[in-house]
């Protein structure tokens, strides 16, 4: 595709923007060792060199080396600098978007440490001031920023479908009197969701509902703010990224909650946690942590009793790889299993080793690129068939429909489930 | 994006597997889009889910919520799930002929 000067300059100008020491450390620190393949479930499925990380961070090295450095800039050729051309542009679109998750998988392997998808995602950035992301994860980002959440959910069908929720709660046996509260001030529990549990998967804020309902907490959930993703991490739109995050903060601040309590998400905690502070220049005032988390938390403390008798089926986890790999929600799920499902297996490898599911780095919502995102999934596939499994589960939505689709695919014939689901099933109320 | 061939019949669809042209639609082209997808032959239930989406898209732009469907059909949530197997998204609101939502689906 043919993009203007003036574009391309956008795009230069943003790199030079973003120039701090640690960048450049990393655009000059690959020593091509390739070793990175092998951690790369897209290398692994294809083979194509396009694929390898260390050429992933060529495309935005070669850039670097064109305009930051002097001999970049009188004799190019000699130390792979490269122009900024058309050319470039189109393979970077189709790989630093279409052909990396940021699972970050070959950061950890690394062998010098070259912290890969951050140099991924400053390539994505300069896409994106370039006006250049794939229109399906632009169109996710702009209904976030427009409507308050990615699905473009009116507040009034938010509400009625809480109410109808509850509603139904209150006929399970033991939740007569069980509440999913709205816009409650003062509470200790800021409780956020993936638009897609009400619009589409809602069984799993019930599931949370009990468990908060077991735990005896103090919570809410807001009817303004209350997406926990945030595609501007993927699309690379640092600014975009910072007000979203901005409505949050916020949110908690006006409903003046303890602890703002993130979903089951990867991407999500990744950016409102860990990038967030950040982005909005501003430390958080209350506690933010992952519902896995707080969940391990109700356990610990004997806020709630699970029977893992209730779970029989035999069960294996997907790690997904923003929360495990890259924000140290590891053992947390492996602890609330223990205690909630009989028979638990570990899929190899796992932990921070664990394969991507295919549809991070917002690949599932890119359906420009869908054909990859499934075929590079069957690294997933047999990784689930070889456990024998008959229930996955992983605390991430945007897993969990990967997931789905991968089962049907690759025809693995299981349930995939989230963790509130699971714990929910293994209350025992006192 | 991409084509697929159901029964000799050719659509233009998006990397998802969702009709290119939503217009295009109509019954015979739902159950072309059931079978291929693993819904299998849609009974008074399905049509029923169906129709209601289709004509919340037409009136909204938008897919309605799962719970608004239900109630539509008269069904309880499990059921949307066991009827359409690959869930309301990727299964209902495609078979329905509606272009792929927004977000993670």
């Given at each position: 595709m ?25 655009l ?18 294809y ?37 900024l ?6 393979e ?21 440490g070259v912290?890969i ?13 370039m ?21 473009g959910?009116?507040?009034k069908?938010l ?5 109808w929720l509850e ?9 007569e ?36 309902h077991?735990?005896?907490e ?5 009817t303004?703010y209350?997406d926990?993703t ?30 703002l ?13 860990w ?33 893992p ?30 205690h909630a ?48 499994a ?10 969990i429909?990967?997931l ?17 689901e699971?714990?929910a099933?293994?209350?025992?109320l006192? | ?13 998006d ?7 939503p ?6 082209v ?5 079978s ?25 732009d938008m ?11 008269g ?26 939502p927004?977000?993670c689906?």
């Open positions: 043919t993009i203007s000067d003036e574009r391309k300059r956008q795009g230069l100008d943003l790199l030079s923007e973003k120039m701090t020491g640690k960048l450049r450390t990393h000059n620190s690959c020593v091509h060792c390739g070793l990175c393949g092998e951690s790369c479930h897209y290398y692994l499925t083979g194509e060199d396009k694929y390898l990380p260390g050429h992933k961070v060529d495309l935005i090295a070669g850039i670097y080396r064109r305009y930051h450095t002097l001999m970049g800039r009188v004799a190019p050729s000699w130390i792979g600098a490269h122009d051309d058309d050319e470039r542009i189109d970077m679109i189709d790989v630093i978007y279409g052909g990396c998750a940021m699972c970050g998988r070959c950061t950890l392997h690394c062998s010098v912290d998808s951050f140099l991924v995602r400053t390539a994505r950035s300069m896409l994106a001031a006006d250049l992301v794939p229109a399906s994860l632009q169109s996710t980002v702009d209904a976030a920023v427009t409507t308050g959440n990615n699905m959910i009116p507040q069908d509400v009625d479908t809480l109410l509603e139904d709660l209150h006929m399970e046996p033991g939740f009197h069980a509440e999913i509260p709205l816009n409650r001030k003062g509470v200790n529990v800021l409780y956020t969701l993936n638009p897609r549990e009400p619009k589409f998967f809602p069984m799993s804020i019930s599931a949370m509902a009990m468990v908060f077991a735990a005896d103090s919570w809410t959930l807001s303004d209350y926990v945030n595609y501007a991490y993927y699309s690379g739109d640092d600014g975009i990224a910072a007000e979203l995050v901005q409505r949050l903060f916020n949110e908690a601040g006006k409903l003046e909650a303890k602890t309590v993130l979903a089951e998400c990867g991407h999500g905690p990744r950016a409102i946690r990038e967030g502070p950040r982005w909005i220049q501003t430390p958080y005032p209350f506690r933010a942590l992952t519902v896995v988390e707080l969940m391990a938390e109700y356990i610990r403390q004997g806020r709630i009793t699970l029977d008798a209730k779970n029989r089926e035999t069960m294996t986890l997907h790690d997904p790889c923003n929360l495990a790999r890259d924000g140290g929600v590891i053992e947390e799920p492996r602890f609330i299993l223990k499902a009989a028979n638990f297996i570990e899929m190899t490898p796992n932990r921070e080793n664990n394969y991507c599911c295919g549809g991070g780095g917002g690949q599932l919502a890119m359906g420009e690129f869908a054909e990859r995102r499934l075929r590079v999934a069957e690294l997933k596939a047999d990784q689930i068939r070889r456990t024998g008959k229930i996955v589960v992983t605390p991430c939505h945007n897993c429909d990967q789905m689709e991968v089962n049907k695919e690759y025809q693995l014939g299981v349930k995939i489930k989230t963790m509130a699971v714990v099933d293994a209350l025992v006192r | 994006m991409g084509t697929i061939i159901i029964d000799e019949r050719e659509f233009e669809v990397g998802d597997g969702f009709l290119q042209d217009h295009i639609w109509d019954k015979e739902a159950q072309l889009l059931a291929h997808d693993g819904t299998g032959e849609l009974n008074d239930v399905h049509w029923k889910v169906i129709n209601f989406i289709r004509e919340y898209w037409l009136e909204n897919a309605p919520m799962v719970r608004a469907l239900c109630q539509a059909a069904i309880r949530l499990r059921e949307v799930y066991e009827l359409f197997p690959m869930g309301p998204a990727k299964g209902a609101c495609k078979i329905a002929g509606l272009p792929k927004d977000g689906v």
